[in-house]
């Protein structure tokens, strides 16, 4: 096995200002891996299907946010991770899925996190009586 399918959706959450990442894979997930160079606000989620392993920020090495991702069930096929970003902060977020097969491979993407992510437009409609 070289290679395997994974697809990712990204929603927007108006009601709290949040992003949650919607990942399905071909085959079980082992981990997942999340890093971004800047800071983004993980927001719990009511899961116990993984453990999640939150890293420090390092200024020094270019890392202001990294998780991973260790799945206790052996069968996950999908996965939801809920963050927030910090307005004015842009960069990419990148996303490592490893699955739980041999030999050990990855499938990867990137999400470009834009400074103005938290923004909406209202249309202002006018009425005249």
Known sequence: M???KVSHKIARNSHDASYSIHI???YPIEFVVVQSL???ELMEIDSSIAILSLSSP???QKNGFAATYRFIDTNVLKFEIKLRTI???FGDLSC???PNANPKTSQAFNIPLKPRSLH???LAVRVNY
């Open 2 to 4: 070289n290679t395997f």
């Open 38 to 40: 800047v800071n983004v």
């Open 58 to 60: 390092d200024p020094d």
């Open 120 to 122: 909406e437009r209202y």
């Open 87 to 89: 307005e004015g902060q």
């Open 24 to 26: 399905d894979s071909q």
């Open 96 to 98: 490592f899925v490893i």
